[in-house]
């Protein structure tokens, strides 16, 4: 659910069976974010973040109420752009080098570019969209590779630069970006 904050703009809340107390977080759109305990009343929603306010003024780096809203926009044309392309190019490459995967998900998680379960669905981040192709590229090669070793091997690292010889430098510069908006 999403309050109203005269300084922060539209807060999500999110109510949580596991969690125990009441956590401060930003979301990707640069929202503030709060979860909560499940059975926690919706009056008391408030009264933590004005107790908080102070904290959550110094620690967290959000994003000014009317840029939230740039975001989400900006987010939406992100999603549409990557679901017109980053499937076709996974399937391209899989079937190219013959991976199996069985899902293609698309995500805007964090700090992650993308990831492949032991289940092989394959994630990629929506931020993609973003970078140079021979980077996107590299991404994709190197979730392919981890459907046959789990972990960053030197069979792993063999495998991936067999499809991409420059696959350190990729790597390496794929630092200077962030997936987020
Ligand atoms: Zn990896």
């Known amino acids: 659910m999403l309050i109203e904050d005269k300084e922060f703009g539209e ?4 109510k949580n069976a596991l969690s125990r107390s009441i956590k401060f977080s930003v979301s990707t759109s640069g929202r503030l974010q709060m979860s909560v305990p499940n059975h926690t009343p919706n009056f ?7 107790l908080n306010r102070k904290n959550i003024k110094a620690k967290l780096k959000l994003a000014d109420p009317s840029t939230q809203k740039t975001r989400d926009y900006q987010k939406k044309v992100l ?14 490459y899989a079937k190219l080098y013959d991976y199996k995967y069985a899902k293609c998900k698309l995500t805007h998680a964090g700090t992650r ?18 970078i140079p192709e021979k980077l996107r590229d590299y991404v994709i090669l190197h979730e392919l590779a981890h459907l046959n070793h789990m972990d960053h091997s030197k069979a792993f690292w063999a495998e991936v630069g067999s499809h ?4 350190k430098n990729h790597d390496k510069k794929l630092k200077m970006f962030s997936p987020g908006l």
Request: positive net charge; hydrophobic residues 35%.
């Open 11 to 14: 807060v999500i809340v999110r």
């Open 44 to 50: 008391l929603l408030k009264k933590y973040l004005n």
């Open 79 to 92: 999603m549409k752009k990557a679901k017109a392309y980053l499937p076709y190019r996974l399937e391209y």
């Open 113 to 130: 570019w993308g990831s492949c379960s032991s289940n092989k669905t394959i994630s990629l981040n929506i931020g993609l969209m973003k």
């Open 164 to 167: 991409d010889k420059n696959y």
